[in-house]
Nanobody, 123 residues
Framework: QVQLVESGGGLVQAGGSLRLSCAAS????????MGWFRQAPGKEREFLATINWSDSPTYYADAVKGRFTISRDNAKNTVYLQMNSLKPEDTAVYYCAAGRVGFSTLATKYAYWGQGTQVTVSS
């Protein structure tokens, strides 16, 4: 079993930055790939970025490449999403997820999800 708790969301002006955190726990958590998704009202859940615990490779959605950075702190079992140059269209609930399939962009491939954290970007 894996537990995920997101934090760091909030209200920010366009052009600003936020860093989201995902604290992961569970005996086998480091065997999972970690991902960040978001979901805006009336829209499907959207893949943003993914990383694993053991080496460097990361993968990003085109919509956030160059603005968002995913990283991890193995000592803290925490995954981060640094979000820069935020736009009003980035407004959504942001979710952390854990899955066994490497670098998947599909929400269905992630078995565990956090409760989500709201990010609102004002214009």
């Amino acid at each position: 079993q894996v537990q995920l708790v997101e934090s760091g969301g909030g209200l920010v002006q366009a052009g600003g930055s936020l860093r989201l955190s995902c604290a992961a726990s569970g005996r086998t958590v480091t065997s999972y790939f970690m991902g960040w998704f978001r979901q805006a009202p009336g829209k499907e859940r959207e893949f943003l970025a993914t990383i694993n615990w053991s080496d460097s490779p990361t993968y990003y959605a085109d919509a956030v490449k160059g603005r968002f950075t995913i990283s991890r702190d193995n000592a803290k079992n925490t995954v981060y999403l640094q979000m820069n140059s935020l736009k009003p269209e980035d407004t959504a609930v942001y979710y952390c997820a854990a899955g066994r399939v490497g670098f998947s962009t599909l929400a269905t491939k992630y078995a565990y999800w956090g409760q989500g954290t709201q990010v609102t970007v004002s214009s």
